[in-house]
């Protein structure tokens, strides 16, 4: 049986077998995420640290904020106020009626519990380069659509438009990246599209979306959602305390570059989570040994006696240490000698640490970030078409999987967030 016939089928018997649970996820980028790690820095809920979260995950967290804001009788600034009714609002008992939702479409079409939802969003800029004689205005937008099959299955596509200045590889005719044609300094994409469906405890999910491993949000050093959107089949399964991710992606069709992970995480007591992934990225037809969401890949490579295949392997954990105060970092290993002689190589290595504070300060919310991101020489490098960066592989034209930083660089960084009021921080 070919692959696309497996998941077809599997897509099937998920709507005929599927529990009520909605399969809907939230796309990496949305506030939901910024909102929810405010509450959790608060100690008020407890993050799966493997994004993006499903609809009734977000609606699991929110529930978990309202009861612990009523049983600690928890004192909120004008800023944690509106985000609990911000994401109640967006969130309980808004699974199957997006209409009601705080981040209303702009139309919906209804039959019993089957809808369609359609958004449209926009924005622009007007700027002027010091080296040109006038200005110029630049825009985007994204017309999103959201179909509902009866609770456990659910169809998500979003389509973005970009008009940007021509200079560059983004001029008329030119690929501005490997998934990009630029018209006049024009492009548009699928951004997101994808079918999910899910159960009480697993999902399953077909298209293109973000993924994100680890638990710092902003980005991740084994797969960051600052990579774009990836097309891919993915699974995920929870077993009490311990969840599991696997998928299998295909980065660029005509040179045949795939991309393959799994991720085990586990919950800890006092809201300690780890995990731990592995990453393959290959070349050639797709290896259905990829395709096993338990085992090592790297033992398959030693196992066939070649270096071809770029494995990486990650281990983050994400620590409160009180209330009000979490610690999260990640190890990255993408080479590390063990056998020391003088034909060694140079490790291959990098790790972030970072921590995160709220404080009342005069009634209101004061959160602070301050980490540390370090990344060796050669990290992500390999050979020739397997460099560890999305679509052809071109290192210029297509972001890196892993952290934006780059391999060879060092930074760090420092943020604090205010709520002054409800709706300005």
């Known amino acids: 049986m070919s692959l696309v016939r497996s998941i077809l089928s599997g897509l099937f018997f998920a709507i005929v077998l599927g529990a009520a649970v909605s399969a809907e996820t939230i796309s ?11 509450f959790e820095v608060r100690g008020l ?30 004192e909120l600034g004008p800023r944690h106020r509106f985000l609990v009714e911000r994401l109640t609002k967006q969130f309980v008992g808004m699974r199957d009626r997006p209409e009601d939702r705080w981040s209303k479409p702009v139309g919906v079409l209804r039959e019993d519990d089957e809808f369609v939802a359609a958004d449209f969003r926009a924005g622009g800029t007007v700027q002027k380069q010091v080296d ?6 630049d825009g985007l937008g994204w017309t999103d659509f959201l179909v509902g099959f009866s609770h456990n299955i659910t169809m998500e ?30 492009t548009a994409e699928f951004e997101r ?12 999910r077909v298209g293109r979306d973000y993924m994100h491993w680890g638990s710092n949000p902003r980005e991740g050093l084994l797969l960051s959602r600052t990579s774009g959107s990836i097309d891919h089949a993915g699974a ?32 800890l007591p006092r809201g300690i989570f780890i995990g731990a992934g592995e990453t393959v990225l290959y070349r050639g037809d797709m290896d259905y040994i990829y395709l096993m969401p338990l085992g ?51 490790d291959r290595l990098g790790f972030d640490i970072a921590t995160e504070a709220l404080f009342m300060v005069a009634g209101r919310e004061l959160e602070v970030s301050v980490g540390y991101t ?21 290192a210029w034209m297509n972001p890196l999987l892993g952290s934006p930083l780059g391999p060879d660089a060092d930074r760090w960084f420092t943020t604090a967030t205010f709520g002054a009021s409800a709706c300005v921080s």
């Not at 040109?132 to 205005?137: C, P, R, S, V, W």
């Not at 599209?193 to 899910?198: F, K, M, R, S």
């Not at 069709?253 to 795939?258: I, V, Y």
């Open 296 to 346: 090592v890949f790297y033992a398959q490579q030693y196992n066939e006696a070649t270096n071809d295949d770029n494995i990486l392997w990650s281990f983050d954990w994400k620590v409160p240490l009180h209330r009000g105060f979490i610690l999260y970092g990640e190890v990255l290993i993408d080479d590390i000698q063990y056998e020391r002689d003088e034909k060694a190589g140079a």
């Open 132 to 137: 040109e004689d006038k200005g110029e205005a």
């Open 28 to 38: 990496p980028d949305s506030w939901v995420y910024e909102a929810l790690r405010s």
């Open 193 to 204: 599209g994808l079918i999910d469906a899910g159960g009480s405890w697993w999902s399953v």
């Open 45 to 74: 809920v407890k993050l799966e640290p493997t994004l993006p979260y499903t609809f009734d995950q977000c609606e699991s967290y929110t529930r978990e904020i309202i009861a612990n804001i009523a049983k600690e009788r928890a």
């Open 374 to 394: 370090y990344l060796d020489m050669y990290t992500y490098g390999h050979s020739s078409g397997t460099q560890y960066v999305a679509g052809d592989g071109d």
């Open 157 to 186: 596509t979003s389509y973005r438009l970009v008009m940007a200045p021509e200079r560059g590889d983004n001029v008329d005719g030119e690929r501005p990246s490997s998934r990009l044609r630029s018209y006049r300094g024009f």
């Open 236 to 267: 995920r399964f929870e077993m009490g305390p311990f969840a599991l991710s696997t998928f299998q992606a295909i980065l660029d069709s005509r040179c045949e570059r795939h991309l393959a992970g799994h991720r085990l995480t586990a919950a």
